[in-house]
């Protein structure tokens, strides 16, 4: 299973950062992405990064003030997010596929098998 935590009440122009901790598999050949989901909007992908080279990928919105990142050796992936605005705020989850089914660069195209219960992230005005 995948956990996250860090997501909070952050004022505009804030700065937080998630953590996705990997449960009971390891997470080195696994891609892994970020989605969010604000109230009553459908689920967005927001970042993904490869399992063999760290290839990352962000949508236009969060290019430039989010970054993610991995530490295998602590099964854990990173989402630094920076001068926040009220429109990230959402549930945040982070999910896994196995870089071996998948394409890397078409990852918001993709169910993937394991998925977190979800952070939430505030961004007051």
């Known amino acids: 299973q995948l956990v996250e935590s860090g997501g909070g009440l952050v004022q505009f122009g804030g700065s937080l950062r998630l953590s996705c901790i990997a449960s009971g598999f390891n997470l080195d050949p696994f891609n892994v992405a970020w989605f969010r989901q604000a109230p009553g909007k459908e689920r967005e992908g927001v970042s993904c990064i490869g399992a063999s080279d760290n290839t990352t990928y962000y949508i236009d919105s969060v290019n430039g003030r989010f970054t993610i990142s991995r530490d295998n050796e602590k099964k854990t992936v990173y989402l630094e997010m920076s001068s926040l605005t009220p429109e990230d705020t959402a549930v945040y989850y982070c999910?896994?596929?196995?870089?071996?089914?998948?394409?890397?660069?078409?990852?918001?195209?993709?169910?993937?098998?394991?998925w977190g219960q979800g952070t939430q992230v505030t961004v007051s005005s």
């Open positions: 999910a896994a596929r196995h870089a071996g089914t998948m394409t890397l660069m078409r990852w918001t195209k993709y169910e993937y098998d394991y």
